[in-house]
């Protein structure tokens, strides 16, 4: 089929190899969900996804073997992991209905076939097959008119109150597609949040999608609409930080030009901006550390931003830097442009090496030589005494502590 033509090397290869060991063990792959809805769309690095009704467990060890890789199995959940050096990971389950006997709760599983399996999807736009054998689409909810009309769908009216976890779904996918909810899907989404729906489902599971909303590209829109739409209302309770699209879009910038950062403690931070306490991150798994980064970026910037607003020289600049956490540091830099400059070079600082070591002080050893060498570090840097002599006057500096 043509719509697996323009695939990346490393999936068309994966798709090949699974055609090729289907039909030599006679199986009757589908790829579903997501990574049909990415194929029409014609975005490109989509996971591999399978679903079959029988012969999963046949069809994951005989892949992992042509391959050269190797299986873990789910046995609770039916499913399969081949995974493989040079391939995508791919992920086999067994076609399944699912039936909600409590709203919020993990649905019953049983056996299902096909189209059982797509009907018990989020949106249209993902309960989506293709067949790997006969190259044809299932679509039982007109999933591709909904993708060509760019608009996200619910398969029926009480999808959001059997998982609310849905909500967080449908903001993050329509946001990062581009796509607009359809009206009644929006009233239905409303409805559920109003009605206390996510209140049925865990702490946990909701902080699981509000990282998934940071992940995303677009989390400065995402974070905004689900704010706005009430609905971290259920971590958060009531409260709105103003210019909340802006502040989110200005840590966003600094998160790309540094990666290393943690953007969970970040994006959290930022939406907790003036009120934050160690309940609010009840389920979240932040470490002591972090959920401590959250709160300093919360509740304590307006005050660290007044400390910096009246030093004069750098050295007590890169104090006050050095005591707050570097996520704090990248939200200060996002909201004061001034401040921008002064930590690249704080940044700067923190990398430079002095290319001299205790010993060669050939003073007596203790505390004073690591102190002489931060000092002596420091002048180099700001330009106060020349590389060259930096030796001499790194001694000078521990004698005379020594004398003290
Ligand atoms: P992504 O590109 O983020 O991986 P995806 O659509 O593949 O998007 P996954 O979370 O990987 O999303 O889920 C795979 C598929 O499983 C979805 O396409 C959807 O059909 C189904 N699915 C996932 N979560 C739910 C849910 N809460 N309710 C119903 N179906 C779901
Ligand atoms: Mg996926």
């Not at 905004?224 to 910038?253: K, Y």
């Not at 996520?327 to 923190?350: K, W």
């Not at 000092?375 to 060259?388: C, H, M, P």
């Amino acid at each position: 089929m043509n719509l697996l033509q323009d695939l990346p090397n490393q999936q068309r290869r994966a798709i090949d190899a699974i055609r090729e060991v289907a039909a030599e063990k006679d199986c009757h792959p589908f790829l579903v969900g997501g990574p049909v809805r990415d194929l029409l769309l014609g975005r490109n690095g989509f996971d591999v996804d399978l679903a079959l009704e029988e012969g999963g467990s046949t069809l994951a060890r005989a892949l992992a073997k042509r391959l050269e890789g190797r299986v873990r199995s789910f046995p609770q959940f039916l499913t399969y992991k081949v995974v493989a050096a040079g391939y995508p990971d791919i992920d086999i389950a067994t076609t399944r209905k699912e039936r909600y006997r409590q709203p919020g709760a993990l649905p019953a599983v049983t056996a299902g076939r096909l189209k059982d399996d797509l009907l018990r999807r989020d949106f249209s736009i993902n309960a989506l097959a293709l067949d790997l054998v006969n190259d044809t689409i299932h679509d039982p909810t007109c999933g591709e008119q909904d993708i060509l009309a760019r608009r996200l769908r619910v398969l029926h009216e009480t999808s959001f109150l059997d998982d609310p976890t849905r909500v967080f779904r449908a903001i993050r996918l329509a946001t990062r597609l581009g796509f607009s909810i359809d009206p009644e899907t929006s009233d239905l989404m409303k409805s559920a949040i109003a009605s206390g729906a996510l209140s049925t489902v865990s702490r946990e599971r909701v902080w699981r999608e509000l990282s998934l909303a940071m992940d995303e590209e677009k989390a400065p829109e995402i974070l905004t609409a689900l704010c706005e739409q009430g609905a971290l209302q259920i971590l958060f309770g009531r409260r709105g930080t103003c210019d909340l699209h802006e502040r989110l879009r200005a840590v966003h910038e600094r998160l790309a030009g540094e990666p290393d950062l943690d953007r969970y403690v970040i994006y959290t931070g930022v939406l907790l901006r003036g009120d934050a306490s160690p309940v609010d991150f009840e389920g979240s798994g932040f470490s002591q550390k972090r959920a401590k980064a959250v709160v300093e970026i919360a509740n304590d910037i307006p005050r660290i931003e007044e400390s910096l607003a009246i030093v004069r020289e750098d050295r007590e600049r890169f104090r006050i830097y050095r005591e707050i956490s570097p996520e704090t540091l990248a939200v200060i830099g996002s909201e004061l442009p001034y401040e921008v400059a002064h930590i690249s070079r704080y940044h700067e600082f923190e990398n430079f090496k002095l290319p001299l070591r205790g010993n060669d002080l050939e003073v007596p050893g203790g505390p004073h030589i690591a102190i002489a060498l931060e000092q002596t570090r420091e002048a180099v840097f700001n330009g106060s005494i020349a590389l060259e002599e930096a030796r001499s006057y790194a001694r000078e500096v521990a004698r005379k502590l020594l004398e003290q």
